[in-house]
């Protein structure tokens, strides 16, 4: 029966190996009883986005063709060294960009924060923290990009992707941008944790993290794995989104966690017609970002228009700081405004790893 199993597997494909499961050398063993047939997968790599589709599909299609036993399918995956890189001793500042929630254009504001710092001659590196939603690479116009993985001493290492002047990495390019990510939270956190210790990032003034939207596991890995400098907070003018805004602060200024501020980024400031760009309506309200800033006494870091040349610079992977407009002077702007608070943050004591211990 082991070799019959092996052919009714065929049919499940991994979509980014474009093999069945069979054939790829994904089958570690299978072992029958009298009650049982135990089918254990072993995986590639030591994260595997597709792992629990897999699993699933397979136990579903061993039930419709084994009916007089018990079907278990386990996933494994190889162990490998986690290398303490010593490449992020290198880099000067971790600045994670978050947002209490989505679509207040945080990655957008990431993207050209990235590469003003880059047009002022800073040595820049972006990681795009937000597993489940990756859109830094497109934003930068790399999405087809691989980056290039070397082995030394059996441990894998990456080689971030350049573009105008930033070394960016990102989930997305690991994973099929047509497929949804159905991860655990564990799954995601070893991601991130991967990305950031074993990514050869090299001597840097600032490594920006795009996190996800909200507060949870991702937020909580990231300031457990390295210490970060500084947070700045991305909104919009809008109540519901200025209330979100109050939870991330509260997370990051909570004592166990315990990183600073760096200030407030209020996006789609007030709407610019491309025909009147001295005329601004304020479609989304006025002064959020700023009366929140005043309330936990932090610097607004600046104020973005909602221009339509925005977007579309991003979707064509040319972030709109390198233009010549207003648009572009508010991104060069608010740059400027995170320095300064980056450099009164640094005459602080150094943030410190979160340390979790179980009692």
């Known amino acids: 029966m082991h070799q019959e199993i092996k052919e009714w597997l065929k049919a499940i494909i991994h979509p980014e190996l474009k093999q069945n499961i ?51 399918v386990e996933n494994l995956f190889p162990e490998v060294k986690t290398k303490k890189y010593e490449g992020l001793t290198a880099v000067k500042n971790i600045v994670a960009i978050a947002s209490g929630k989505g679509g207040v254009g ?21 990681l795009d923290g937000d597993v489940y939603g990756p859109s830094i690479p497109k934003m930068f116009g790399i999405e087809n990009e691989k980056p290039e993985v070397t082995v030394e001493e059996g ?9 105008y002047g930033v070394k960016v990495l990102s989930i997305g390019f690991f994973v099929d941008p047509n497929q949804a990510l159905i991860w655990r939270g564990s799954m995601a956190t070893s991601a991130l944790k991967q990305l950031l210790e074993q990514t050869e990032w090299g001597e840097l003034d600032v490594l920006l993290i795009d996190m996800p939207p909200g507060t949870g596991d991702i937020h909580l890995t990231l300031v457990q794995t390295v210490a970060v400098t500084g947070v700045a907070i ?17 997370m990051f200024r909570n004592p166990s966690i315990n990183v600073p501020v760096l200030g407030i980024i209020e996006n789609m400031s007030w709407f610019t017609p491309a025909e009147l760009p001295e005329n601004k309506y304020y479609i989304f309200g006025k002064g959020g970002g700023e009366r929140m800033a005043k309330q936990f006494n932090v610097p607004l870091l600046g104020q973005i228009p909602l221009v339509q040349s925005i977007c579309e610079s991003g979707d064509k992977g040319k972030p709109i700081v390198n233009a010549h407009s207003i648009e572009a002077e508010a991104f060069r702007t608010l740059c400027n405004n ?3 608070s980056l450099e009164e943050r640094n005459k602080m004591e150094p943030t410190k790893k979160v340390e979790i211990t179980h009692k």
Do not use: C, H
Not at 29 to 47: D, G
Not at 106 to 120: E, F, H, P, R
Not at 155 to 163: C, N, S
């Open 338 to 340: 995170l320095l300064t």
């Open 106 to 126: 945080k990655s957008t504001v990431t993207a050209n924060i990235a590469v003003a710092l880059a047009m002022n001659g800073y040595k820049v590196g972006l």
């Open 234 to 250: 991305v909104t919009t003018p809008q109540e519901v989104a200025i209330a979100d805004v109050i939870k991330g602060i509260s």
């Open 22 to 72: 069979t054939d790829a050398g994904l089958i570690n063993k299978i072992e029958i009883n009298e009650k049982q047939i135990r089918v254990v997968l072993l995986y590639k790599k030591p994260v595997d986005p597709f792992a629990n589709t897999i699993k699933r599909n397979a136990e579903e299609l061993l039930k419709l063709k084994i009916k007089n036993k018990e079907i278990i």
């Open 155 to 163: 441990i894998e290492l990456i080689k971030p992707i350049e573009k």
